[in-house]
């Protein structure tokens, strides 16, 4: 299957971005179908968060970071988001069915864990859904912040298992501490694909809220 090697209970997940947009190359057109199979909601639950602490979200310009096929993108169009939105990905073949959703102003190119394609405070919101696992935390928060307005506000997941053992929550906990960014919501694990028999019961999703100082 051309997932095996990314959607694993095991943790045991590439960070490269070559690798990993290789397999959701492969996996490009067949994802959203096998997405909904699995009772995948986190895209609209992602938005809903988004619109819901960020100040004139309906005309913020917004990054989806690891945009994938445009499930996200779609989301937030659905959830009334108006304003430019940009989608980043490292998946060619992912990019190109996005584009066919006719939802982005802007779809790119870019390994997330190099340095992102955007101007300093150039966008007012960011949504990172699924993506996390395949980056470099500290890497990826550090370009957010940068890229973020001040007042500006990231939504993104994590594994429940990663959020301690890659030290995340510390890593998030040490941003606020410096003044860097101020915690507006961090959720108990949620399931995130309940029809995966593997991934279900296994593997769970924190939604992240933070906002930049």
Not at 132 to 159: C, D, M, N
Not at 161 to 176: H, K, P, T, V
Request: aromatic share 8%.
């Amino acid at each position: 299957m051309s997932h095996e090697k990314i959607i694993r209970t095991d943790g045991n997940v590439s960070r490269s971005g070559a690798v990993n947009a290789e397999s959701y190359d492969e996996w490009a057109s067949d994802y959203d179908r096998e997405l909904a199979s699995w009772g995948y909601k986190a895209p609209e639950q992602a938005a809903g968060l988004l619109k819901g602490h960020l100040p004139g979200f309906e005309k913020a310009a917004i990054l989806d970071c690891g945009c994938g096929t445009g499930l996200t993108g779609a989301a937030l169009r659905a959830a009334g988001a108006r304003g430019e939105l940009t989608g980043l990905d490292a998946s060619k073949s992912s990019l190109e069915t996005a584009k066919l959703k006719n939802v982005y102003d802007r779809l790119e190119y870019a390994d997330l864990n190099k340095s992102l394609p955007l101007d300093d405070a150039s966008v007012d919101g960011i949504l990172c859904i699924g993506v996390l696992t395949y980056l470099e935390e500290a890497a990826i928060f550090k370009e957010w912040l940068r890229v973020l307005r001040i007042g500006g506000v990231a939504v993104f997941t994590s594994r429940d298992d990663f959020w301690q053992s890659r030290g995340i929550a510390e890593m998030l906990n040490r941003l606020e501490l410096e003044g860097r960014w101020e915690s507006l919501h961090v959720s108990s694990p949620m399931p995130y694909l309940p029809g995966n028999p593997d991934f279900a019961d296994k593997v769970k999703a924190i939604y992240a809220v933070y906002r930049k100082l």
